[in-house]
Each structure stands twice: as C-alpha cells, then as structure tokens.
C-alpha cells in the first residue's frame, strides 16, 4: 500500500494523465481492463507500477485511496464504479476524469454518497498533449473533498505566469458542465475559424500557404489561441502520399463525440441561446450528408457571381474582424450559459476562475480569456460579455467588418452559419423593442395563450375574431 493514486484506463488519456503524475513525483498505479494496454505502458516507463486485478489495484493505494478514471462517457463508469465499490472504504476518493455528462456526474455523486464514498467529476481539457504535459482541470464535488486531492491535480495541470490551470468548479455535477459547455464553445470557435477561412480562399481567393501566413499572422495579435495557431500548421501540411496539401484529401465529414449536443440539449431544456454552438453542431450533421450535397450540388441553383475583384487587404483585415466578434458573441453565449445555469441549480460557478484555467491547457485557450477574466473581476454579476466595456467597443468597432463579409458571403453563395448566428444574436441581444410582441399576438389568436402588456401588470387574452 504504497501508491498514492491510481489511474483506471490507459488509452491516449489515461496514458498520458498517469504519466504526467508520476514526472510530479506521484507513485502511480496503473490498470485497464484489458492486460495489453497495461503492459504496453510498463514496456514503456518503469516511472508507474501496473497491476492485473481490480482487487490488487486497489488494495496497492494509500488510505484514503484516490482512484482517477480515465474511461469512456456512458455505461462503463457506471460498471467500473461498481467494480471497484466492494475493494472501497469510506473516505475514499473516486475521480471521473472523462468527459460525462454532468447530470450522470451529480446521480453517482448522490450514490456513492449513500455508501460513504466521495466523488468528484472532473472535466479534463487538452488532448494527448495537455493531458501529458499539462491540461486545463476543472473538478466538481465536495469542496473539502477536492481540497483533499488539489495538491495532485494542481501540479499536474497547466500552469500559466505561475498558476496552475485548476480550480474548483462547485458542487456535484459542476466541474463536467463547466467542461461540457467549454466543448460547446470549442465547436463554435472551430466553425469561425473553418468559414474564415473559406472566405479567405474561396472568394478572395488566396492561395494556401498564404493564408497558412495570415493564420500565422493573426496568432500574434489578439486573435492569439490554440486553434488559430494549429490551423496555421494544418495548412502547411502536405500529404506524403499524394503531395498533395493534407486538408485538401481529407474528406469534408465531421465527427463529434456528443458534448456539443449535450451543451445544445441543455441550453433549450433551459431557455438560453446558446445559437452559435447550436449552429456549429447542426454545422458538423450536414456535413455527414456527404452524398446528398454532391447530389444537390448538380441540381440546386446558387447566385450568379459577379466576381469583382475585391481589395485584398482590406477583406483579410474584414475577416480577421468578422473572426474576433464572433468569437465574442461566442464566449458570451458560453459564459451565459455557465451563469443562468449556476444560478439555477445554486452552483455559484466561478465565472473569473473559469476564464483564467482556459488559458492554458485546453483546446480553447486564447490571449483574451485574460479580458474574460477581467471583466468578471471587474463585474462579478455581469448579465452578458458583450456588455463588459472591452467588448462594447470592440464590437463597435468590429461590426462593419462582420457585416461586410457576411453580406459578401451570401451574395456568393457561401453558408456561413456560425458568422450569421453570432451577428444575429448580437443584434438580437441589442434590441430593446423586438417584433416578439407579434408572435405573442400570435399565439394567443390561435391558443388563447395570453400576453402581457406593456401599460399594465397582468395576463390578458383578445376575442380576436
């Protein structure tokens, strides 16, 4: 009994996250259900020790022992959870590190609970990478129970100007919604940066290792992040088979493994527009519809193009301000989400704790997670990002360039549907008099719903044949 924690599951993250405890000083044991990942790893490093029974495995772990699973979202928690419940005492610490929902989160949380055994669910971002060399933790649960195993998780996390990229999110099920909704805002800023760049190439037609430059370019400025970085390297790579640049011989259907849809799911069970996600996602499902749109291709009708040449410069800097604003409108969504939902289950989320862990770590770490933070620091009960000084005149002054590049887009026919959903929130959000009051005049002509007046308290309801 001389391992101080233990980590279940040893694919790329479960690898990587035991491996990055043990360079921390840690003594890590290791153990998969299956004995070829397991000895694969020991092959590798004699830095954890690997053990070929749940029993052993558990019984090799200090008191109170710290068990980190590392395995797929759904019914396999549950069933290694059961695995390991008869070796457990009270006081012992199970670690959900994989991407649960956090509903599944706060239910084994409520049932582990009733046996004296303490859970936390912790949402781990940053691949293969973040997870060996650092990733963004953000863990869930009982405070006193997170303070137990910090020291672990926080010098294993990234660090950024001396801080570790881990804080405790709030009660229960709090540290995987806060990862959940970070995987919802990460399939919005890949969508952003996928429509830029098709209007850097398709209407200003500018060749790729050029807009490989402009990426580059734009990653020193305020539009500094991970993603805008990667893409950078993404179009410089070239296929070794074909010569070919890769991006052009990989097919053009993309995956998802579910957390934007649960991010989506959530929003509308709860009333909060989160549409740039929500677009990104049905973004990704029309894309699978790969035969159909080369079906339609042949027979659906688009503009005819007029193809003016267009100042070239002058639309990069277009896009790159189209690019930033909507990256905003899409934080702000997030960040709204994050704050209508800890007031509605009383999480009391961390909103400037939350901004400051992505900076490192993560998929969306970006140079203006530091404004985020600021502006809650400033405001700790702002409604909405876009209202926090730095964004008011940001998209001020960003706006037009937005505006002109999605009025250019569908003149050419180009769908554009995270640039369209981030304009259309910011000016819906911007509105004060809206035209809802006609669909309320609707709903009670045809439902007898009623609607309530804008001179007088109440619910009222027109004879309006």
């Known amino acids: 009994m001389n391992n101080t924690i233990g980590v279940l599951g040893l694919g790329v993250m479960g690898k990587s996250i035991a491996l990055n405890m ?71 610490i199970i670690m959900d590190g994989g991407n649960s929902h956090f509903e599944d989160t706060s239910r084994r949380f409520d049932e582990l609970k009733s046996k004296g055994i303490d859970y936390l669910g912790i949402g781990v971002s940053g691949g293969e990478e973040g997870a060996l060399k650092g990733p963004s933790i953000m863990p869930g649960g009982d405070k006193e129970v997170y303070e137990k195993v910090a020291p672990v998780l926080t010098k294993i996390a990234a660090q950024v100007d001396g801080t570790p990229c881990c804080a405790y999110m709030g009660p229960k099920g709090a540290g995987h919604f806060v990862k959940m909704v970070h995987n919802g805002i990460e399939y919005a800023d890949m969508q952003l940066i996928a429509e830029a760049y098709s209007f850097l190439r398709e209407r200003l037609h500018i060749p790729l290792d050029e807009i490989a430059d402009i990426f580059e370019t734009w990653n020193h400025g305020e539009l500094k992040s991970y993603l805008v970085e990667i893409t950078s390297n993404i179009l410089r790579k070239v296929d070794e088979k074909t010569g070919l640049p890769l991006v052009d011989v990989i097919l053009d259907k993309t995956g998802q493994k579910g957390t934007g849809k649960w991010t989506s799911v959530q929003a509308i069970d709860h009333g909060i527009p989160v549409t740039i996600i929500a677009e990104s996602l049905f973004a990704r499902y029309i894309s699978h519809q790969k035969a159909e749109r080369v079906h339609a291709s042949t027979i659906l009708a688009g503009p005819k193009l007029a193809n003016e040449d267009l100042d070239r410069e002058l639309w990069i800097e277009y896009v790159r301000q189209a690019l930033y604003m909507g990256k ?138």
């Not at 004699?46 to 495995?57: A, I, M, T």
């Not at 772990?61 to 959870?81: E, H, Y």
């Open 22 to 92: 043990a360079s921390k000083g840690e003594k890590v044991a290791v153990y998969n259900y299956t004995r070829d990942l397991t000895d694969l790893l020991l092959q590798e490093t004699e830095q954890v020790n690997g053990y070929y029974s749940v029993e052993e495995f558990v019984q090799s772990l200090q008191s109170p022992r710290k068990v980190f699973l590392m395995v797929t979202a759904g019914d396999i928690v549950d069933s290694v959870i059961q695995s390991l419940v008869p070796y457990l005492e009270p006081g012992d």
């Open 328 to 465: 905003i409108c899409a934080y702000a969504q997030g960040f709204a989400q994050y704050k209508m939902t800890s007031v509605l289950n009383e999480w009391n989320l961390p909103l400037k704790d939350i901004a400051l862990i992505f900076r490192g770590g993560c998929i969306i770490r970006a140079e203006f997670l530091n404004t985020i933070s600021e502006a809650y620091e400033e405001q700790s009960t702002t409604d909405n990002l876009l209202i926090a000084p730095y964004f008011v005149e940001k998209t001020k002054d960003y706006q037009t360039g937005m505006r002109k590049v999605l009025a250019e887009s569908t003149m050419s026919g180009m769908a554009f549907p995270a640039l369209g959903a981030a304009l259309a929130y910011y000016d819906g959000y911007r509105t004060g008099q809206s035209s809802a009051n006609l669909l309320q005049a609707q709903r009670d002509y045809f439902g007898a719903h009623t609607y309530e007046r804008t001179d007088m308290e109440g619910s009222f309801h027109t004879n309006w044949k």
